[in-house]
Nanobody, 121 residues
Framework: QVQLVESGGGLVQPGGSLRLSCAASGRIYVVNGMGWYRQAPGKGRELVASIGSGGSTNYADSVKGRFTISRDNAKNTVYLQMNSLNVEDTAVYYC???????????????WGQGTQVTVSS
C-alpha cells in the first residue's frame, strides 16, 4: 500500500504564512505528479497547485503569486509554501500523488487524510 502523510496545517492570522508537507511512503516504484487540493466548508474540492516529476507547476488563479509548490523526489515529498494568507484560504488541504507501485504497473492516485488550515484574526 501507499500512504500519504501531511503536516504543517494550523491557525494563522491574515497575511501570515504556513508550509505544508506531504510524504509518500510504502511500496513505490515512482511518483509521478503530486499536488495539493483544498475543500472549504460547503464547497467542492478544488485544485490548489500541482507539480510534475520534472518540476513543471500549475496553480489555481486564486493562489498565483502567493503559494509555491515544490518537491523532493528523493524523499517522495511535496511541499506547499503559503504566503499572504487570507480568510478565503481556510479549508482542509489534501495531498495527492500519482504513484506507480511496480515497474510497468498501472498508475493510481492516492490521497492524504487532509490537514486543516484556518486563517482568522
Amino acid at each position: 500500500q501507499v500512504q500519504l502523510v501531511e503536516s504543517g496545517g494550523g491557525l494563522v492570522q491574515p497575511g501570515g504564512s504556513l508550509r505544508l508537507s506531504c510524504a509518500a511512503s510504502g511500496r513505490i516504484y515512482v511518483v509521478n505528479g503530486m499536488g495539493w487540493y483544498r475543500q472549504a466548508p460547503g464547497k467542492g474540492r478544488e485544485l490548489v497547485a500541482s507539480i510534475g516529476s520534472g518540476g513543471s507547476t500549475n496553480y489555481a488563479d486564486s493562489v498565483k503569486g502567493r503559494f509555491t509548490i515544490s518537491r523532493d523526489n528523493a524523499k517522495n515529498t511535496v511541499y506547499l509554501q503559503m504566503n499572504s494568507l487570507n480568510v478565503e484560504d481556510t479549508a482542509v488541504y489534501y495531498c495527492n500523488a500519482d504513484v506507480r507501485r511496480i515497474s510497468y504497473g498501472p498508475i493510481a492516485a492516492y490521497w492524504g487524510q487532509g490537514t486543516q488550515v484556518t486563517v482568522s484574526s
